[in-house]
T-cell receptor
Framework: DGGITQSPKYLFRKEGQNVTLSCEQN?????MYWYRQDPGQGLRLIYY???????QKGDIAEGYSVSREKKESFPLTVTSAQKNPTAFYLC????????????FGEGSWLTVV | SQKIEQNSEALNIQEGKTATLTCNYT??????LQWYRQDPGRGPVFLLL???NEKEKRKERLKVTFDTTLKQSLFHITASQPADSATYLC????????????WGLGTSLAVNP
């Protein structure tokens, strides 16, 4: 089946550690996104990529990093510089250009312990 | 300032009735607006897209209207069912600015049997 796969579903991070969230899509989409969702707040864009080997910062990129070495993969690293990383992280993809449906993965819960 | 607002209070309706959810915006010039459904702990799922030059869109029991004069979109679910219970998000793509999506906080809908 076509879709977006995020892993792991649940992740615990110790203070000072970097963690990487995986996102893979087999929809042949050029554009991929990472969002963060917190209670009482809307989806906030962390990073997005419209083509392989290129990505742009979203609204809350500080403390995060990404790579786009392959069309189907867009991993997100939450670094120790992110002071409040506990949240629900959503990866998404779409066809390039505006006006296209965004397809989301099932999300990853990150908790700092 | 730019804002996109959805009903903050949860909406409770009886099965079989029509649910109407509201999405208001200020200081945006939307190219289009999308509606998504999100179940707890899962990623949003696309439902409908309406463009700024369209007044109404329908899909099965769903209907979306878009009034650029009132700066409002209404989302209707007719003959509602308990399975329609979820949070519904609206997302607006501003003209220009790479048509980045701006997300509302969502409205929680509960359909009671």
């Amino acid at each position: 089946d076509g879709g977006i796969t995020q892993s792991p579903k649940y992740l615990f991070r110790k203070e000072g550690q970097n963690v990487t969230l995986s996102c893979e899509q087999n929809l042949n989409h050029d554009a991929m996104y990472w969002y963060r969702q917190d209670p009482g707040q809307g989806l906030r864009l962390i990073y997005y990529s419209q083509i392989v080997n290129d990505f742009q910062k979203g609204d809350i990129a500080e403390g995060y990093s990404v790579s786009r070495e392959k069309k189907e993969s867009f991993p997100l690293t939450v670094t120790s510089a992110q002071k409040n990383p506990t949240a629900f992280y959503l990866c998404a993809s779409s066809l390039a250009g505006g006006g296209n449906t965004i397809y989301f993965g099932e999300g990853s819960w990150l908790t700092v312990v | 300032s730019q804002k996109i607002e959805q009903n903050s209070e949860a909406l409770n309706i009886q099965e079989g009735k029509t649910a109407t959810l509201t999405c208001n915006y200020t200081n945006y010039s939307p190219a289009y607006l999308q509606w998504y459904r999100q179940d707890p702990g899962r990623g949003p799922v696309f439902l409908l897209l309406i463009r700024e030059n369209e007044k109404e869109k329908r899909k099965e029991r769903l209907k979306v209207t878009f009034d650029t004069t009132l700066k409002q979109s209404l989302f209707h679910i007719t003959a509602s069912q308990p399975a329609d219970s979820a949070t519904y998000l609206c997302a607006l793509a501003n003209a220009g600015n790479n048509r980045k999506l701006i997300w509302g906080l969502g409205t929680s809908l509960a359909v009671n049997p």
